[in-house]
Nanobody
Framework: QAQVHYSGGGLVQPGGSLRLSCAAS????????MGWYRQAPGLERELVAH???????FYTDSVKGRFTISRDNTKNTVWLQMDSLKPEDTAVYYC??????????WGQGTQVTVSS
């Protein structure tokens, strides 16, 4: 059964940094594009960044230059380094396959709150 373990979320002041981690088990992501999604209260879940198997990356405009996605295929792990955080980055963050997420891979996500 596919599962993900998240770590790294929390409360941070505007301008601060967090590093999110997503470790998958029961699912081999090494051949897949993997991405970080986020869902803020009252809004739909959105894809903020993704990374190919060989490290090519994409970022949505709102996080470009501030967030960095990376992966280690041998560890089935994807990270999201988030710098210069803004209050509008507040959301629950998830990792999943791109472009077609696996319905059983979302898990609980990790809460990121940016507030002074």
């Amino acid at each position: 059964q596919a599962q993900v373990h998240y770590s790294g979320g929390g409360l941070v002041q505007p301008g601060g940094s967090l590093r999110l981690s997503c470790a998958a088990s029961g699912f081999t992501n090494s051949n897949s594009f993997m991405g970080w999604y986020r869902q803020a209260p009252g809004l739909e879940r959105e894809l903020v960044a993704h990374i190919s198997r060989d490290g090519r990356t994409f970022y949505t405009d709102s996080v470009k230059g501030r967030f960095t996605i990376s992966r280690d295929n041998t560890k089935n792990t994807v990270w999201l380094q988030m710098d210069s955080l803004k209050p509008e980055d507040t959301a629950v963050y998830y990792c999943n396959r791109v472009p077609v997420p696996l319905s059983n891979l979302w898990g609980q996500g990790t809460q990121v709150t940016v507030s002074s």
